[in-house]
């Protein structure tokens, strides 16, 4: 062939991976290459062992051998160990908050259906997935609402001053997600738009709730938000809230978008082009999927970060799951420093959501990949 | 040579694109400069030319990827002008094949050949997917359907990408260097079907190197430096006694490899 086909791009072929040379395989061989590779690294080996050792068995005394698990009042705590009862007696508060007893039901169910719509794509028919899925994840917020509050339902009443403890955080969460992520992609469409009006605008707004500290944004959500709305419209706090962690999370996912965008080649928008697709429908059925695709991990990074700052609104006096918390720890029948017990299991049980998350991403970020053979 | 040619009376009607004094500037950089080409139905041409004479720019002109500013361009009786449907209409006529496939890389094969037909036709999904596994039978990759770009070979992606753009019927087909991104033993079965497509009568205009291919199918060869129509003849008289110096310099060059 003639050297004028001076663009040489190879396409990448990909190749069954092999098993590993069998010299570097077993355990003996596994501890000397990664624990003892060389003096150095034995040294540190060394320590890091000794410091399990003598870190662990206390920790696991205070945690496990020595610690309080039956009971129901603080009586019940008598050893040197941890004190479970506590949560234990708190467990409803922390996950419930204040709902009523009878009412509890409806935030398993809103849960329950926020798992089902977050795992739809894989249990909807194939062809209903790409109608459904986005339509599902948009009416879940209004549906979640519906239920919980019960009025528009025929259900008894439960005002939002009930509302609280780790569900609130994670249907808050879950809820600003659901819309930030969208009204984030508007955003960021409008940034890179030709229209100078919808460039600006949408500069201005992701600059802004990128900018400001998400607390000063809740402060200002409770004095400022109400201008917005008719005189005399007494508008609730939760909702307040939710509106600034979406706007928030949307000034955020913007970003991640542009540089989502910036990984697309051209030579997308000008096959759609050529086929004759319209702006929207390129956008949508061929740039979305694939700045969806790439971003996919900034995209977690960010979700986990809103799910994190819900419990500033502690702050602000929303009873969340950290702030459930700090009542129990100042209850008169609890008094006695059961901190590290409170906030241990805040941690953990944060800890845990935010690792499940990770592994579902990592999880659709596979199932995204169309690069290779699967 | 072509069926055209014996009716002359037609010959008007038969003009599928009609470009005139076309001029395109990119800020001071003067890239197409009066560029006048007629083209009849189902001629094949074969445009060629040093690299950064406009070529690419020229044809990408045809279907509006790129704008230009001087002078008229009619494609199938359809002026191009600055209006969304006249270029929505002239892009339903026209199919483009790039250098570098651009198939979208999240949507399997079948996928890629009926999202047009679907969004842009407004076809049925079934009689979609039933055009999409005819022009994969044509192209000999039916059998790939539910693959992803990224698992072909990039001859086999090529003639996807040709597939892809048959789907919507087009009454030209533009290709943009189809060959060069492709490693040497994979330009025959693009060429293949290339050629296949020029012997059922296709219109097709062809940013080629592949001398081969000009002098097999190709009704007149086109040679563009430095933004001009430079010469265009027949492939016989266009290798053989080439008028121009600068042609001459040009085929000596890429002939010499
Ligand atoms: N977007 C752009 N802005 C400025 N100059 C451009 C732009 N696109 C192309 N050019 C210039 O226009 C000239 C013609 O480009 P074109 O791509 O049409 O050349 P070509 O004949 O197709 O060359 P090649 O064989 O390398 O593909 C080149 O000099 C190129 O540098
Ligand atoms: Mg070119």
Redesign the interface.
Known sequence: MSSSSHHTTRVFEPKPSQPAPVTAAGPIAWLRNNLFAGPLNSITTLVIVAFFLWAIPPLLDWLLWSADFSGTTQQDCTSSGACWVFIQAWSQQLFYGSFPDTEIWRINLTLVLLALVLSSPYWLPHHLRNRLDLALLVIFPFVAIAILDGRILGLEYVSTDFWGGFSLNLLLASASIILGMPLGFLWALGRRSNMPMARSISVILIEFFRGVPVLALFFMGSVMLPLFFPEGTNVDKLLRVWIVLTLFMAGYMAEVYRGGFQAIPNGQYEASAALGLSYWQTTLLVILPQVIKVSMPNILATSIMLFKNTTFLLIIGIFEVLSTAQTALTNSNWLGGYATEAYLFVGVVYWICCFGMSRVAANIEKKLDTSHQS | MTEVNNRPEQEAQDDVIVISDLNKWYGDFHVLKDINLTVKKGERIVICGP?GSGKSTMIRCI???EEFQRGSLVVDGIEMIDDVKNI?AI??D???V?????????LTILENLT??PI??QKKPKDEAEAIAMKYLERVKIANQASK????L??GQ?QRV?IA??LC?SPQIMLFD?P??????EM?KEVLDVMIELAEEGMTMLCVT???GFAKKVADRVIFMDGGEIVEQNTPDTFFANPETDRLQLFLSQ?LE?
Not at chain 2, 148 to 151: H, I, L, R
Not at chain 2, 179 to 184: E, I, K, V
């Open positions: 690299s279907n509006r990827l929505e892009r339903r026209v199919g483009m790039f250098q570098h496939f651009n198939l979208f890389p999240h999202l047009g969004w842009v992803y770009p990224g698992q070979s990039g992606q990408a892809r753009s919507m260097e060959t060069s991104a492709l490693d040497p330009v190197h592949e001398m890429i490899h």
